[in-house]
């Protein structure tokens, strides 16, 4: 008996960051849906169809963020990934309980794995996170090799969130 695919919604206002996107997640085994800016991704949302979001920040219409909160607000248990140009934006997603942030240019292969962690994940774990009570949004910071949006031969390594200790001054 085959499982069926799954499928990845990418929302990107990128055209080639789009076509990289389905060569590589349709060569992975994927089912891949598209969105272009913020309104068409709220408006091609259908979440029996669709089983991982990857979220470009900088969108027009609606920004990623308002995307972002949409979904999660009507579906928590959905895992997204958000990929984005933007610096400094770990925070505000460790904060929303985002699955991932990735920063482009991206390393397919810690895409595709960071991916198949999180549909593994169990929908309760999700809402932990999305709920603040775990807070595990993995990182991965660009290398600024090649252009924005480069996904093959980029090199981005995971890196472990910082832990803040109180400072104990004599």
Known sequence: MTLPRKTIFVVDDDAAVRASMIKVLKGAGYEVMTA????????????ERIDLVL???????????????????????????????????YRTALAAGVGALMEKPIEVPA?????????AESPEARLRRMCGYQRDTKLFRASHVGRVGDLPSSITKLRPRQRTQPSHRS
């Open 55 to 89: 979220l470009d920040l900088n969108l027009p219409f609606r920004s990623g963020w308002e995307v972002f909160e949409g979904l999660t607000t009507r579906y928590p248990t959905i895992p997204i990934i958000i990929i984005t140009a933007m610096p400094n934006q």
């Open 111 to 119: 895409l595709l794995q960071t991916m198949e962690a999180l549909l």
């Open 36 to 47: 272009s800016d913020g309104q068409e991704a709220s408006a091609r949302f259908a979440p």
